[in-house]
Each structure stands twice: as C-alpha cells, then as structure tokens.
C-alpha cells in the first residue's frame, strides 16, 4: 500500500522554466512533508519541508505547497537550472511516530534542457 | 564536518549468504535510520536507532536486523540473502531523531544478490 504516491516517472523542463513535481499522500496522519533531490551514485540530500500548519514555504527557487484538503502537495522550482537535474522525492512523517521515520514516494526523475 | 559513511560501497553476494553492511553518522549525531531502495518503490524505511536501542521499525522480515554502538556507529544484517534483497541500502542519521530534525544520507551501498 503506497501511502505516498508520486505519479510522474519523469519530467522534462526547458532551462529557465518552471518545474512542478506533484505528490499525493493518503495517510491523514501525515503532518509533516519533505522533498528530498538525489544524484546518482550519492545519497537523498533535503531540500525544504512544510507543516501541515502551513500551506505554503519557500526557500529561494524553491517552493513547496501543501493542499491538506487534496492531500496534494507539489515542488516548484523557478527558474529551473541543468543542475537541477536529479530524481525528487517526496517523503512524509505521521504525527504518532517517535523518532525520524520517513515514508517516501516513488520519485520522479526532473531533466532541465539547457 | 564529514558525512555519513556507508562501508562497503558496493557488494555481490549468493543467494543464501548474510551480509553486514556498515554507517558511520556525522559525528554529534544520535539517530541512525536505515532505508531500502529498489527501482519504482521509492526509499522504504527499515528501522531505527537511537543511543543503542531500536526505536522505530519498517515492515521487513525478521531476516533484516541492525544494532548501534556506544559511538552511534550502525550495522545493519541481512541473513539468508534472496535475490529480492538486491537492492541500495541507505543509511541517514540526525541529532537526536526528533521528526524535523533534518535527516542526512550516506551514498549507499549497493548490494547484488545472484
């Protein structure tokens, strides 16, 4: 049972563009999100959260909505930079867990033409 | 600060055989997280640790355990390998493990089961 799902394998974006990875989530005690970018060959790297408290948070291109009532929430990365070609994914925490346990999504593979 | 290490990188092994796979967290960290990846199923949490003691654990057959040391070092042990545990295995530690404690990933080990 995928409580995360993210269902676009893959994305393809012109450089300076904007890109938009979707998420959808199932469990309603997940309450707080993450997107994570992964390179090949390294590990997840974070690149921004949101509580359920808020439906938005940006953090330079970086953008991440939260739609509670959709339980949706997407990355929006403007402008959209080579670099920022990797697999994103989303993950979620449930508010009865103790402890750092993430429930990931699938991932979705982000390529930026130049 | 160095990062999290995973040892070995890569490792090829038969069916049947056990493996140890090894994660030295960024030093001061207390939290050790262990996850499976697989291609199309996104990052599946194994378990986690925390000053020596499994806090949290994913739904894995008791085949896959782990331990943590005094020095927040984490092995992870999978015994009576099948070829469905070829996999990457990634290790992320965090401070303390709270749930917005940012989570870091090592690189991964890559294990192959033939």
New interface residues.
Partial sequence: DQQ?K?NS?SLSVQEGRISILNCDYTNSMFD?FLW?KKYP??????LI?I?SIKDKNEDGRFTVFLNKSAKHLSLHIVPSQPGDSAVY?C?A?ARE???????????TQLTVNP | KAGVTQTPRYLIKTRGQQVTLSCSPISGHRSVSWYQQTPGQGLQFLFEYFSETQRNKGNFPGRFSGRQFSNSRSEMNVSTLELGDSALYLCASSLVGMRTDTQYFGPGTRLTVL
């Fill in positions: 995360v993210q394998p707080y994570y060959a390294e590990g997840p790297t974070f959260s509580s994914f993950a925490s867990t103790s402890g750092s346990r993430l429930t990931f999504g699938e991932g």
